[in-house]
């Protein structure tokens, strides 16, 4: 793999939105997910002529400066947040020019990834292309943009760091990180090549994506002997493809004033001091005291501390489960199931004391991977269709009463004399017949290995 | 000039010796015989101003508390934001353009009780001098028809002088109020810079942006001006109430007057003889005299229009043909029909200071132009705050020279550009001062400005009315 990816130079700028309750400039709810179209406007987010941005929402800042704090940024009491004006013009954005501070923290580092700095900025409003119609209710949201250095030398490594951002920012719980609340853009380039960026990509498994097929395009170029030139390209989330927008022959010219109506607000000591005052405990942090204290597999832990709510579920668990295998049943099939369904495990509902009764029968070998994982999905479709589910464990208790097994598998060979006669004639795969039979029987409380040698045994 | 004149009227008012209603009814009297001629509003309010006035009058009967501008009618610059109403900056960009909210100049003038009559002309988007830039029609000077009453409040300034308002409210962005008080013969005053909130006041320069009012005496301006200043969230760069400048209780006969030579260095002689006419009436009363120099007001007009003009060019971005203005033909390329609609909707003036603008921000310009306009302006404020460690006040012209004939300067730009040369340092310094009366040359007026430190407008009202006794 390592190979495959040689000379390749990556940086990444995510955009993401602070959860505060107001925009930046003014006093409108930032929340827009379940708004009807420009309901959520005032004249300054709309940028009515004559209206005026309020001061920086202090929230926003604070949500900001434990961001940086997490990203091991360095903070400079007493510095500004200086605001400018960027002016470019596009429907989305009501004024034409995008505030948008300099610098407020340069130099962090997470892992082994560089952070070169981040800013605070108004997102713009939602231009709809095929209505031609804008709404504001996004406009003046918070956005913090993270300017990585270009350090990864591969998708997977930009995986992981987005991975370890994303924990970050649902640890720090003020930070959304829903689908279309986050943006990237990546910058990509061999080794002695142009720079590519591709704009907009609009998740973090988009970023992958993206990524492996720039990485594919480019290599291909070189492979025919045409030169990569440098350009903005777009990602096309449904496609998994990249495309050509525009040719950056020189640098766009956002003409940067001070933004004479903002007055700078400084970053003072005591806010820094509050702000790390209300840090939690971090996922890298907590990866670490996991595998120590509860000798788990770090990759497991990893997975177990990517959403605050599973990590504290484990560590209430770990209590009377064994933590070893509690944390692999979370890191697979618990996770498969969340992940197949894109729910962080706050979000799917799911009752602690289910997850004890299911995890603990499982793990005392009580109840079959089968019934298990069946009993999980029924939760979790119960819970998607807002229908009550009660977990009852007793009728699906593992069949481990040997005789009795033995009694249902004779019964199976007995009413399927054609499925023997088959194997007799040498084909194998005949037994498995036989064996699905008995499970559907049994309801998956029979286990699938034990079934499998009492027929060969019985068969003969 | 009639001293006291507001305070009489308002008295009238409170008194019941004198309607809302009639007031309301005098104005709207003399537009009917001379707005024709002035051409000082762009929209008459006729119909809410009566409506007002009644509610006044019920009110001042039922022996209900009215407000400190109770039945003065108003005239408001077409750039400040009144909720339902056109704010079309004297541009065809913004001709259809309703407000959808108060400034909050506004609502407090009506929280007041005050009678808003007008939008009062201007120059497009307060881009002029004398008031002949309005995409609609230029106003006449009241004192002399064939003559430019000053921009670009223009309208707001007439409208006092003719007597079509008891008051008005203008903005000042580097002379736009004291230049037409001091050409039509009233007061005019732009406080310190933060005194009165913008919001709701359209973009020219915003760090040189302010309201400020219009009256026949120092005494109405105060008052207005009471009513507007304080603290306002909508707006970071405004004053809480008690800084902002209020009652004018100082001692002038223990002033020292700074004159500044560079003031007088271009003035026409009958300009300067009614100025220094007025020094030595103060001096009379006590007051010291100092002359001084400020070397730096050679360089306040090019100091000047560029900050102004960087920050104008950003905040005429918006008007793009695809929210206000002419429609942009939106079948092609985005940036061919911005273009396109933004040739169309503004003025020669708005887009030669837009391009200016445009030019001295780009990246290979800035250091050369716009930041050294920033470090100059810097210098220019050190030089006034210098000067107000020897002197209360520093006293000048308001204008170099008596008002021009309509379209006179209108090819000459640069030439229009100079006659800001003694108001727009007040801006950049973001100090207080104002223009009165001080004599007349002929048929026109001849107006005297008065600068102070930040936050000391007692001084310069102080100064008005030891000039008005
Ligand atoms: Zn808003």
Redesign the interface.
């Known amino acids: 793999m390592a190979e495959d990816y040689a000379g390749v130079i990556i940086g990444l700028e995510i955009h993401l939105q602070l959860a505060t309750k107001a925009k930046l400039f003014c006093e409108c709810p930032s929340d827009y997910r379940n708004a009807e179209i420009n309901t959520q406007i005032c004249p300054i987010c709309t940028s009515q002529p004559g209206s005026k941005p309020m001061s920086l929402n202090k929230t926003a800042v604070k949500n900001l400066l434990k961001l940086v704090i997490a990203l091991n940024g360095k903070l400079d009491p007493g510095a500004p947040i200086a605001v400018q004006r960027k002016h470019y013009f596009y429907p989305d954005l009501p004024s034409n020019y995008q505030r948008t501070s300099k610098p407020i923290a340069v130099k962090g580092k997470l892992g082994k990834i560089g952070i070169w700095e981040l800013h605070i900025e108004e997102d713009p409003g939602r231009y709809d292309l095929k209505t031609g119609k804008v709404d504001y209710n996004r406009s003046g949201v918070p956005l913090v943009e993270t300017v990585t250095a270009p350090d990864f030398r591969s998708p997977e490594e930009a995986r992981e760091f987005l991975d370890e951002l994303q924990a970050i920012t649902n640890y720090l719980g003020n930070i959304r990180s829903e689908p279309g609340s986050m943006k990237v853009d990546a910058n990509i380039s061999f080794k002695g090549g142009k720079r590519v960026e591709v704009k907009n990509i609009n998740s973090f498994k988009g970023v992958y994506t993206a990524l492996k097929y720039e990485i594919v395009r480019q290599k291909n170029m070189f492979a025919s002997g045409i030169a990569v030139e440098q350009e903005t390209r777009h990602y096309d989330e449904g496609q998994g493809v990249t495309t050509g927008m525009r040719k950056k022959e020189t640098a766009e010219d956002y003409r940067y004033i001070p933004d004479p109506d903002e007055l700078p607000l400084v970053i003072t000591k005591e806010l820094i001091e509050e702000a790390k005052k209300e840090m939690p405990e971090l996922p890298r942090a907590k990866v670490e005291r996991f595998v120590k204290s509860y000798k788990i597999r770090e990759d497991s832990a990893w997975v177990v501390c990517g959403e605050l709510e599973l990590a504290n579920l484990f560590e209430k668990l770990a209590k009377e489960i064994d933590p070893q295998k509690l944390a692999f049943w979370i890191s697979g099939p618990l996770k498969k199931q969340l992940n197949y369904r894109t729910l962080f495990f706050k979000e799917s509902g799911l009752r602690e004391s289910d997850i004890k009764t299911l995890s603990s029968k499982f793990i005392a070998g009580e109840i079959t991977d089968k019934v298990m994982e069946q009993k999980l999905i029924e939760m979790l479709n119960a819970q998607a269709s807002g229908k009550h589910f009660e977990l009852k464990l007793e009728e699906v208790i593992k069949i481990s009463d040997s005789v009795e097994l033995e009694k249902i598998v004779k019964q199976a060979i007995a009413s399927n004399p054609k499925v023997v006669e088959d194997f007799k004639a040498g084909n194998d795969k005949s037994l498995n017949f036989l064996a699905g039979q008995i499970m559907k029987q049994t309801k998956g409380r029979a286990d699938a290995q034990a079934v499998m040698q009492l027929i060969r045994k019985l068969v003969q | 000039m009639a001293t006291g004149f507001t305070k009489n009227r308002l008295e009238k008012i409170l008194s019941g010796s004198l309607s809302a209603s009639e007031n309301v009814e005098q104005h709207l009297s003399a537009i009917d015989k001379n707005e024709k001629n002035i051409r000082a509003f762009i929209d008459i309010f006729a119909d809410d101003a009566r409506k007002k006035a009644k509610e006044i009058d019920a009110k001042i009967k039922g022996r209900t508390k009215v407000g400190k501008l109770a039945g003065l009618t108003i005239a408001v610059k077409s ?3 009144i909720s339902g109403k056109r ?1 079309t ?1 004297a541009s065809k960009v ?1 001709e259809n ?1 309703v ?3 108060n ?1 909050t100049v506004i609502e407090r003038i009506l929280a007041e009780d005050a009678i808003i009559i007008g939008a009062a002309n201007m120059d497009e988007f307060a881009a002029g001098s004398d008031c002949t830039n309005s995409a609609f029609y230029p106003t006449h000077n009241p004192l002399d028809h064939e003559r430019v009453p000053g921009g670009s409040s223009g309208g707001s300034a007439a409208a006092v002088s003719a007597g079509f308002a008891d008051l008005a409210l203008g903005s000042d962005t580097g002379g736009s109020i004291r230049c037409p008080a001091s050409f039509c013969g009233i007061v005019g005053m732009k406080s310190t810079y933060g005194t009165v909130s ?6 020219m ?3 040189l942006d302010q309201i400020g009012p219009f009256a026949c005496d120092s005494s109405g301006a105060n008052l207005l001006l009471s009513a507007i200043s304080g603290k306002d ?5 405004t004053y809480a109430s008690a800084e902002a400048g209020s009652g004018a209780h100082a001692d002038i006969s223990k002033f020292t007057i700074g004159i500044p030579k560079e003031f007088f260095a271009g003035a026409d002689p009958e300009v300067a003889k009614a100025v220094k006419d007025s020094i030595k009436k103060l001096e009379a009363k006590g007051a010291k005299v100092k002359e001084i120099s400020l070397p730096a007001v050679k360089y306040a007009v090019p100091i000047y229009y560029l900050t102004m003009c ?2 104008f060019s ?1 905040a005429m ?2 008007y ?1 043909g ?3 203005g002419f429609p942009a033909n ?1 079948n092609q390329n ?2 061919l029909a ?1 273009s396109e609609a933004r040739e169309k909707s503004f003025g020669k003036e708005v887009k030669r200071r837009v391009l200016l603008g ?1 030019y001295i ?3 290979e310009q ?1 250091d050369a132009w ?1 930041t050294k306009a920033i470090d100059a302006r810097k210098a220019l404020s050190h030089e006034f705050d210098s000067a107000f460690k020897q002197c209360d006040v520093l006293i000048g012209p308001t204008m170099p020279t008596l008002p021009w004939k309509i379209g006179e300067k209108s090819n000459d730009p640069l030439q229009m550009y100079l006659s800001d040369i003694l108001t727009v340092s007040a801006n950049l310094a973001q100090i207080p001062a104002a223009s009165i009366p001080c004599g007349m040359s002929g048929k026109l007026s001849i107006g005297l400005q008065i600068h102070a430190n930040k936050l000391q407008e007692a001084k310069i009202f102080a100064i008005m009315k030891a000039l008005e006794e």
């Open positions: 750039n400040i934001c704010a900056c913004l353009y407000a959808p909210y400034a913008r919001y709701g006041l359209i973009d320069g915003m760090s969230k909508f707006d970071q760069s960087a920050e950003s971005q918006k793009d695809l929210r206000y939106v985005l940036v911005v445009t921000t780009m990246k800035v716009y």
